[in-house]
């Protein structure tokens, strides 16, 4: 039988994944998103899953099938994620792949809105809550391994050292969303992984192979870990 090579490292362990963007209405027939395919999320919870791990994913909105065997939260908006992350803790490890939005619309209109040609709509943005950054500042509850990824489209290592840090968490996967492996919908990643130790590059690879990649890492660094 062929066995991954990460089957069993984190039997026992509970794991949560954000994956996909989420979307934050205008009105009942428009919203805020981004490019985000889901695709990476969605291959670091199933290759947590094949780790042996018990996987909750928190996605937004996909054109993906549920990982079998994962338990699904679908969400919509950046403040739905968070509520169902903040439900689904305790965890050993939690992955924030997704790409919250940062803004909502102040206000969404309850109805449609309609063209008028004297007025513009005013579009006024609020922040939405920093789902990482609200996980790794937990006092009570904080996962051992609280892990973020950093999209840049410049100083891709500055940036993703800087969100490591501000953010509080212990491991950035930084990837170019300018780089040849094309990152937003394909299949493949380029990405660099940033802990306090220093900046790691890995070559190109697939996202389930990275995914795979990423879960023999964490399970390195967990806490009882054998070295
Ligand atoms: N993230 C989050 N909640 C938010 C915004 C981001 O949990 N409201 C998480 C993402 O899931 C990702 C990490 O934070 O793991 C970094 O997201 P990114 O957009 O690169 O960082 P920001 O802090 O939002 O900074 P900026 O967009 O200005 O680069
Ligand atoms: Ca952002």
Excluded at 67 to 73: F, V
Excluded at 188 to 216: Q, S
Excluded at 218 to 225: D, E, F, H, V
Aim: with cysteine.
């Amino acid at each position: 039988v062929w066995r991954t090579p990460s089957a069993g490292l984190l039997a026992g362990r509970r794991v949560i994944v954000t994956s996909g963007p989420t979307h934050e209405p205008i009105d009942p027939v428009r919203y805020i998103a981004n490019r985000s395919s889901g695709k990476q999320g969605h291959a670091i919870a199933k290759a947590a899953l094949a780790a042996g791990a018990s996987v909750t994913l928190v996605t937004g909105p996909v054109n993906l099938p549920d990982p079998p065997g994962a338990s699904c939260i679908h969400v919509e908006t950046a403040r739905e994620m968070y509520r169902a992350v903040e439900a689904a803790l305790p965890a050993d490890i939690f992955v924030g792949a997704a790409a919250v939005a940062d803004w909502r619309a102040e206000e969404s209109a309850p109805e449609k809105i309609k063209k008028d040609p004297d007025q513009r709509p005013a579009l006024t943005l609020v922040e939405n809550p920093d789902i990482l950054a609200a996980v790794a500042r937990r006092g009570g509850g904080r996962p051992a391994l609280v892990v973020g990824f950093a999209a840049e489209t410049e100083n891709l290592i500055d940036n993703a050292k800087a969100k490591l840090a501000r953010k509080g968490c212990d491991m950035i996967i930084a990837n170019s969303v300018r780089s040849e492996a094309g990152t937003f919908g394909g299949e493949r990643n380029k990405v660099a992984v940033v802990t306090a130790a220093g900046v790691d590059p890995w070559p190109e690879l697939t996202k389930g192979e990275i995914g795979e990649r990423l879960i023999v890492a964490l399970s390195k660094l967990l806490p009882g870990a054998a070295t």
